[in-house]
């Protein structure tokens, strides 16, 4: 894999290395899409890796929305990470039980807080596991630690935002659903919803960044995806999905290749497929 950079993608040995570390903080960020049948928060009782903090994506979040898990109110997201020890001058990985999936997303609301000393764990808990370390099921010891917030309001765009860049093109909008879901050929999974695209936006299905073992590929590779796809890496972009989780895996491989005027649209298709108002393309086009 490519090298470990603390502030996007690091190892399995990087953190093996710094586990010890007193400002280190980990987090489970495991979240399932209904479907799957799994328990997130069951699964880290079981296991987890040790010291873990068991991040809650759909407690976490803005529940006066009926759009789910859209980003938290900053007392809210504050208050939250001072309960389970997490502050201002720590070092946060962020891992998932899929391998790199819903970890990207807590990842990018760390940044979208002012947070940058924060990553996700390349490969995820599969990888650790499968390497033979060490896990617990042991609740971590928290103490409370103050957080600091500075919202980056540039890293996020609503639906007003996002139908500007569609009918102008002045951004690239980057859609990490499946190329199915993308043409509008797949129902999508959430009822009542429209099926196609944002007009003008490219596809890059998340799982084209990931290796076969979960990891993401290296910067070069992800860069390829990117052109092959279509996007102008020389504007600025907004990734969207269903519902704001696996666009921030774009998010976060824009960021391993040096793109830094990156957006996420946090209502993602569970916004803009609801309001008949909005146009909706098919096709690849």
């Not at 650790?128 to 500075?150: A, C, F, K, N, Y």
């Not at 993602?268 to 108002?277: A, L, P």
């Amino acid at each position: 894999m490519a090298h470990s950079d603390p502030k996007t993608l690091v190892s399995t040995d990087w953190l093996q290395q710094h586990l010890g570390d007193p400002d280190m903080r980990v987090l489970d960020a495991s979240w399932y899409l209904p479907g799957d049948g799994r328990d997130p928060r069951a699964e880290y009782d079981e296991a987890h890796i040790p010291g873990a903090r068991f991040f809650d994506i759909d407690d976490i979040s803005d529940h006066r929305s009926a759009m789910p898990h859209m980003v938290p109110p900053v007392e809210k997201f504050m208050s939250r990470m001072r309960a389970m020890g997490v502050g201002d001058g720590h070092q946060v990985v962020v891992y998932d039980g899929a391998g790199l999936f819903s970890a990207a997303r807590v990842w990018w609301l760390f940044r979208l807080m002012g947070k940058t000393d924060v990553a996700v764990l390349d490969g995820g808990l599969p990888k650790w596991r499968s390497e033979g370390r060490e896990i617990e099921d042991l609740p971590p010891v928290v103490r409370d630690r103050h957080m600091t917030v500075q919202r980056q309001n540039q890293m996020i765009k609503d639906v007003t935002q996002v139908a500007a860049a569609s009918k102008l093109g002045d951004y690239e909008i980057i859609d990490a659903r499946s190329a199915e879901r993308f043409r509008g050929d797949a129902p999508e999974p959430r009822e009542g919803l429209r099926a196609g695209h944002i007009p003008g936006a490219k596809n890059v299905p998340f799982k084209t960044l990931l290796n076969v073992d979960g990891t993401m590929k290296d910067p070069d590779t992800l860069r390829q995806v990117f052109v092959d796809a279509g996007v102008d890496l020389d504007k600025p972009a907004i990734t969207s999905c269903g519902s704001g989780v696996t666009a921030a895996v774009l998010s976060l491989a824009l960021e391993r290749i040096g793109h830094r005027n990156h957006a996420l649209y946090d209502g993602s298709w569970s916004e803009w497929g609801m309001y008949d108002d909005l146009k909706v393309a098919t096709g690849d086009a």
